[in-house]
C-alpha cells in the first residue's frame, strides 16, 4: 500500500521559512517522479515544484522560483521543499504527490498523492 506522508508545515510569518518533508512509502521511489502542490481555500491545486527520479531535474511554478527548493533523498525514500522568502498568498495545504509517468504540472497525472500539510503565511 502506498502512503506519502507530508509534514514540516506551520504558522509563520512573512518573509520566514519552512522546510516540509514528504515521506514515501509501498513505491519503488527511486523511479517515480515527485511534485508538490497547494491548494488555498477557493481554489484550484497549483502545481509548486517537481522533480525527477534521480533528481537531475526540477522544475518550479512561476510565483515559486527563486524563492522555493525541492529535493530528495532516493535513499531515505523522502521529498523536501525548502520554502524561503514565504508571503501570505503561499498560504495553502500543501500535497506531495508521485506519478508513474513523466513530470508534469498537471495534478491529474500523479497517481498518489499525500493527506497534505498545512501552511499559514501572517502579514
Known amino acids: 500500500q502506498v502512503h506519502l506522508v507530508e509534514s514540516g508545515g506551520g504558522l509563520v510569518q512573512a518573509g520566514e521559512s519552512l522546510r516540509l518533508s514528504c515521506a514515501a512509502s509501498g513505491i519503488t521511489f527511486n523511479r517515480r517522479n515527485m511534485g508538490w502542490f497547494r491548494q488555498a481555500p477557493g481554489k484550484e491545486r497549483e502545481f509548486v515544484a517537481g522533480?525527477?527520479?534521480?533528481?537531475?531535474?526540477?522544475y518550479y511554478g512561476d510565483s515559486m522560483k527563486g524563492r522555493f527548493t525541492i529535493s530528495r533523498d532516493n535513499a531515505k525514500e523522502m521529498v523536501y521543499l525548502q520554502m524561503n522568502s514565504l508571503k501570505p498568498e503561499d498560504t495553502a495545504i500543501y500535497y506531495c504527490a508521485a506519478t508513474n509517468g513523466f513530470l508534469t504540472i498537471r495534478p491529474r497525472a500523479y497517481d498518489y498523492w499525500g493527506q497534505g500539510t498545512q501552511v499559514t503565511v501572517s502579514s
Open positions: 522533480i525527477a527520479w534521480s533528481g537531475g531535474a526540477t
